[in-house]
């Protein structure tokens, strides 16, 4: 991940349609404090800090001596159904990809509430349908994956106002649909895969995804292999 999420297309896609909804959310905010929850290798909070005041969250010793190499802090270890913050310290929340992992994740959204300011953004993204369950999901350790109702109904259930939810990876999506196809036909333990793509067609593809990002600032897409959602904190200034 160290040394993909630079520039395979997947991650840039999915780092900067997150960041365009993020600034936009917190948008008039100097400096917000912004908490990146499951912050991995960093490369999110390297953008981060170049407009606000992030703070790293990972369970993962590794990921944040990597989060370390790039020069980031202050990071802090701990669990998303415990965060070890106190209430209401942060304008945002970013979280890409995290929540799929956490059991309770009820209890991971009360927590992520709890840590935001009244009025606060959490923008979050997580694997979309479960009738794409595969070794992809087994090998990462996915409890789950969503549909856009049922997330939304949850958040909701927490106590978030959510504003904005639809699917990304949505011109992609048939492709996703075949490999995923593929890959629960495969024999032996299950892997996490990354299709390598040749350096002509990462570009392309972060081209595309890059448009997907301007149409989804817009409106929210219909389909996809991933569900992107902006929710606020109720209250804040009126």
């Given at each position: 991940?160290?040394?993909?999420?630079?520039?395979?297309?997947?991650?840039?896609?999915?780092?900067?349609?997150?960041?365009?909804?993020?600034?936009?959310?917190?948008?008039?905010?100097?400096?917000?404090?912004?908490?990146?929850?499951?912050?991995?290798?960093g490369?999110?909070?390297?953008?981060?800090?170049?407009?606000?005041?992030?703070?790293g969250?990972?369970?993962?010793?590794?990921?944040?001596r990597?989060?370390a190499?790039?020069?980031?802090?202050?990071?802090?270890?701990?669990?998303?159904?415990?965060?070890?913050?106190?209430?209401?310290?942060?304008?945002?929340?970013?979280?890409l990809?995290?929540?799929?992992?956490?059991?309770?994740?009820?209890?991971?959204?009360?927590?992520?509430?709890?840590?935001?300011?009244?009025?606060g953004t959490?923008?979050?993204?997580?694997p979309?349908?479960?009738?794409?369950?595969?070794?992809?999901?087994?090998?990462?350790?996915?409890?789950?994956?969503?549909?856009?109702?049922e997330?939304?109904?949850?958040?909701?259930?927490?106590?978030?106002?959510?504003?904005?939810?639809?699917?990304?990876?949505?011109?992609?999506?048939?492709?996703?649909?075949?490999?995923r196809?593929?890959e629960?036909?495969?024999?032996?333990?299950?892997?996490?895969?990354?299709?390598?793509?040749?350096?002509?067609?990462?570009?392309?593809?972060?081209?595309?995804?890059?448009?997907?990002?301007?149409?989804?600032?817009?409106f929210?897409?219909?389909?996809?292999?991933?569900?992107i959602?902006?929710?606020?904190?109720?209250?804040?200034?009126s």
């Open positions: 991940m160290f040394r993909l999420e630079d520039r395979y297309w997947w991650f840039v896609g999915r780092r900067r349609l997150a960041l365009r909804l993020l600034r936009r959310g917190v948008a008039g905010a100097s400096r917000p404090r912004v908490l990146d929850l499951g912050c991995g290798t490369r999110v909070m390297s953008e981060l800090k170049e407009w606000s005041e992030p703070v969250l990972d369970m993962s010793d590794l990921a944040l990597f989060s190499s790039r020069g980031l802090g202050p990071l802090v270890k701990g669990s998303g159904t415990a965060l070890p913050f106190a209430a209401e310290r942060f304008d945002a929340i970013v979280s990809d995290v929540y799929e992992h956490i059991e309770d994740h009820r209890r991971a959204f009360a927590e992520s509430l709890r840590v935001l300011k009244p009025g959490l923008v979050l993204s997580v979309a349908h479960g009738f794409l369950w595969g070794p992809h999901d087994v090998a990462l350790m996915h409890f789950r994956r969503y549909t856009r109702p997330l939304k109904a949850l958040l909701e259930a927490q106590g978030f106002e959510v504003e904005r939810i639809g699917y990304s990876v949505f011109f992609l999506f048939p492709v996703v649909m075949l490999v196809f593929f629960r036909r495969r024999k032996g333990p299950a892997q996490a895969n990354l299709v390598a793509v040749p350096e002509w067609l990462n570009r392309a593809l972060v081209a595309l995804q890059t448009f997907e990002a301007s149409l989804i600032e817009r929210d897409l219909p389909w996809g292999s991933s569900v959602v902006v929710a606020r904190k109720p209250g804040g200034p």
